[in-house]
C-alpha cells in the first residue's frame, strides 16, 4: 500500500529557503523522499550561503536560483529555467517573507508597500506563474505561510499583518478558483519560531534579562516555550502530499496553541 505521506518523485519549489522556515521544510521534504528541492534568494550571497546550508545537511537534491519573488518577470523566467533544470513543479511553497516593525503612523508609504509586495503580492506572482502547469497537469499543491497576524494584531506589525491576513484569503481563493483541477491551495499559520526573522524579539536585554516580549510570547503559548522551524515539517509534508489531497483552503496553525489560549494567568 503506498504511504500516502511519501513526496517519492515529487519536485518542490520553496521560496527564500536558503535558511528558516523555508529550509527545515526543505530537510522535512527532503526526509519524505522529494525528488528535487528548488530554492531561491534575492542575490548571489545569499544563494551561496544557502547552497552551503543545503551542503551542510548534506542535501545533494536541491537547485538553488537567484530571484527576487516580487519581480514578475524575473519570476516567470525562472520557472522556465526551473522546467529546463529540473522539470515539472509539483509543490510550490510561498515562504519568502519580511516583516518591518515600526508604528503604523510613523511607518513611511514604502515600508508598507515593501511589505505587502513580499507577504502578499509575490504569492500571487509565483502562484500565478505556477498555477498552468498544474491545470494541465491537474495536479498540484500549493502551500502559503501565513502568521499569528493572519488572525491577530499587535503594535508596529500593520503592514505584516494586513499581508498576511491576505494571504490567508488568497490562500482560501486559490483553493475556490482552481480546486476543480486537483489543485489544494493550503495555508500553514507558525506561531512563534525561533529564527533570524524573530531574532529582534529574544535578544537579551543590556541587563542579563530575557526580551520583555520573550517573556510575553513564553507566556502566551500553552507549551511556554518558542517553537522550533524544524517543528513546521511535518505540517509541511501533511499538506505537500496526497494524504492532505481532501484538504483545501484551510490555514493549519502550527503554534503550540497560542491562537486558543488567553495567555498564562498572574501567579
Ligand atoms: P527569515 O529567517 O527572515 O527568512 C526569510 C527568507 O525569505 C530569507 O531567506 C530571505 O532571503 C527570503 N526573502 C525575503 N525577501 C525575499 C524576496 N523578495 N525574494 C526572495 N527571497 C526573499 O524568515 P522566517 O522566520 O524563516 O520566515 C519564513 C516565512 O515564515 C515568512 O513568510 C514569515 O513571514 C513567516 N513566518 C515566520 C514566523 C516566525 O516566527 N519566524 C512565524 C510565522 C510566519 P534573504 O536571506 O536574502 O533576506
Ligand atoms: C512579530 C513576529 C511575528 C512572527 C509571526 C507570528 O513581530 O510579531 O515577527 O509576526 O513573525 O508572524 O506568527
Redesign the pocket.
Known amino acids: 500500500m503506498n504511504n500516502p505521506f511519501s513526496l517519492e518523485g515529487k519536485n518542490a519549489w520553496i ?10 521544510i526543505a530537510k522535512a521534504f527532503v526526509g519524505a523522499g522529494i525528488k528535487t528541492i528548488i ?5 548571489e550571497a ?2 551561496e ?2 547552497l552551503a546550508n543545503y551542503k551542510e545537511a548534506g542535501i545533494t537534491n536541491v537547485k538553488g536560483y537567484v ?5 514578475e518577470d524575473d519570476v516567470k523566467a525562472l520557472v522556465e529555467t526551473i522546467h529546463r533544470d529540473v522539470g515539472q513543479i509539483d509543490i510550490l511553497v ?6 518591518k516593525r515600526i508604528p503604523m503612523h510613523e511607518m513611511k508609504r514604502a515600508d508598507f508597500q515593501a511589505v505587502i ?3 502578499l503580492v ?1 504569492p500571487y506572482i509565483v502562484s500565478s506563474a505556477v498555477l498552468p502547469e498544474m491545470m494541465e497537469r491537474r495536479e498540484g499543491k500549493i502551500i502559503n ?5 493572519s488572525e491577530l494584531g499587535r503594535e508596529t506589525v500593520s503592514a ?1 499583518a494586513a ?2 491576513g491576505g494571504l490567508k484569503m488568497l490562500t482560501r481563493n486559490i483553493c475556490s478558483e482552481y480546486g476543480s483541477y486537483n489543485i489544494q491551495c493550503n495555508g ?12 529582534p524579539l529574544r535578544e537579551r536585554q543590556p541587563d542579563g534579562k530575557r526580551h520583555p516580549f520573550d517573556s510575553f510570547i513564553v507566556a502566551k503559548t500553552p507549551a511556554g516555550r ?2 522550533d ?1 524544524s517543528e ?1 515539517g511535518g505540517p509541511a509534508v501533511f499538506l505537500a502530499s496526497h494524504a492532505s489531497d481532501a484538504v483545501n483552503g484551510h490555514v493549519l496553525y502550527v503554534d503550540g496553541g497560542i491562537l486558543a489560549y488567553i495567555g498564562k494567568q498572574p501567579e
Not at 521560496?15 to 527545515?24: D, E, R, W
Request: aromatic fraction near 10%; charged fraction near 10%; proline fraction near 5%.
Open positions: 521560496t527564500g529557503a536558503s535558511y528558516g522556515i523555508g529550509f527545515n530554492f531561491n534568494d534575492i542575490n545569499a544563494l550561503r544557502g530571484c527576487d519573488v516580487t519581480r510561498n515562504n519568502a517573507g519580511i516583516i509586495d513580499v507577504d509575490a505561510i501565513c502568521s499569528m497576524m505584516y499581508a498576511k500553514i499559520g507558525p506561531g512563534y519560531i525561533a529564527t533570524p526573522q524573530t531574532a518558542w517553537l522551524p513546521l
